[in-house]
């Protein structure tokens, strides 16, 4: 579901979403087991976004792990199973979907914990 003119647009002249997306189905190319996102969502619009969480979804239903790094809060609850957060470069918590609240998150990235 990239949206570009035709098959030659270059990849930099595709919206921030396009781009991600495109970014992302290299990566599916590849076959990998276990993908790290950095970021995935950052800067696109909301259908975008919508997009890769549903590609994301489909992945981890066909046995793909995904380590999800991100810097929005609610992303990360609505997205993941379990969460490792760090403090100046630790690991400094671990929680389950279960057992996160963006409190917790915060103490534990603020070294309050």
């Given at each position: 579901r990239i949206k570009a ?24 190319m590849a076959d990998a ?66 057992e996160i609240t963006e ?11």
């Amino acid at each position: 579901r990239i949206k570009a003119p035709d098959l030659e647009t270059n990849i930099m002249n595709l919206s921030g979403g396009n781009q991600q997306k495109t970014v992302l189905a290299k990566w599916l190319m590849a076959d990998a087991e276990i993908l790290i996102l950095d970021e995935p969502t950052r800067g696109i619009d909301i259908g975008a976004k919508v997009e890769i969480y549903k590609i994301m979804e489909e992945l981890v239903m066909r046995g793909a792990g995904i380590i999800m790094i991100s810097s929005e809060l609610p992303e990360l609850i609505a997205m993941c199973d379990r969460f490792i957060v760090f403090y100046k470069g630790k690991a400094r918590a671990e929680f389950t979907r279960d057992e996160i609240t963006e409190e917790l998150y915060m103490q534990a990235a603020t070294g309050i914990m």
